[in-house]
């Protein structure tokens, strides 16, 4: 069973501090995608990484894919209240019969 | 484009009970996958269809089912409900399979069996 590791579980800091929430595996993935999930609704695409040692800057959000498609993370500049919510990534199999798997999410608190 | 939209939003049911669930795509869109999402175990892979057709089935006891009709739409039935079952149950639509598979998900079913 592929398994999608994601820390912190919770982290909660000031408007304005940089962040990092990792996601890793032992298995490799042909792609991983991020996604946030606020209270009330389900998770919104941010970001595909399919190429290892790739790179993606979505405003003050940077993703990056491991050189081994194991392992992710997502890096936050200058965090805003906005940025608050459940972020989950997602790895898609290139075999078995869950295609995508998710890891359990980091909720992200940002206090003003 | 419309997005994909579940209904009903908030269910309350008791054990013993059956209950539907019913998802409609982003036009265009041909699979549609469910989850369910509890805090415990996260985003749990329900099953996908598409083309009316399961693709993938993840595990889940058999009283857990789908189907999907011509015009893509999917509903999925819980039969004799359980205490565990209470959950937000997530509908995601997608192009198919494809190289990314991204989805694109609705704002869920919040189910709770009492």
């Known amino acids: 069973t592929q398994l999608l590791e994601q820390s912190p579980q919770f982290l909660s800091i000031q408007e304005g501090e940089n962040l990092t929430v990792y996601c890793n595996s032992s298995s490799v993935f042909s792609s991983l995608q991020w996604y946030r999930q606020e209270p009330g609704e389900g998770p919104v695409l941010l970001v595909t990484v399919v190429t290892g040692g790739e790179v993606k800057k979505l405003k003050r959000l940077t993703f990056q894919f491991g050189d081994a498609r194991k392992d992710s993370s997502l890096h936050i500049t200058a965090a805003q209240p906005g940025d608050t919510g459940l972020y989950l990534c997602a790895g898609l199999s290139l075999s078995g019969n869950t295609p995508l798997v998710f890891g359990k999410g980091t909720r992200l608190s940002v206090i003003a | 484009k419309a997005g994909v939209t579940q209904t009903p939003r908030y269910l309350i049911k008791t054990r013993g009970q059956q209950v539907t669930l019913s998802c409609s795509p982003i036009?265009?869109?041909?699979?549609v996958s469910w989850y369910q999402q509890t805090p415990g175990q996260g985003l749990q892979f329900l099953f996908e269809?598409?083309?009316?057709?399961?693709?993938n089935k993840g595990n889940f006891p058999g009283r857990f089912s789908g189907r999907q009709f011509s015009n893509s739409r999917s509903e999925m039935n819980v039969s004799t409900l359980e205490l565990g079952d209470s959950a937000l149950y997530l509908c995601a639509s997608s192009l198919g399979p494809t190289t990314s598979y991204e989805q694109y998900f609705g704002p869920g079913t919040r189910l709770t069996v009492t």
């Open positions: 036009s265009g869109h041909r699979s």
């Open positions: 269809y598409f083309s009316e057709t399961q693709r």
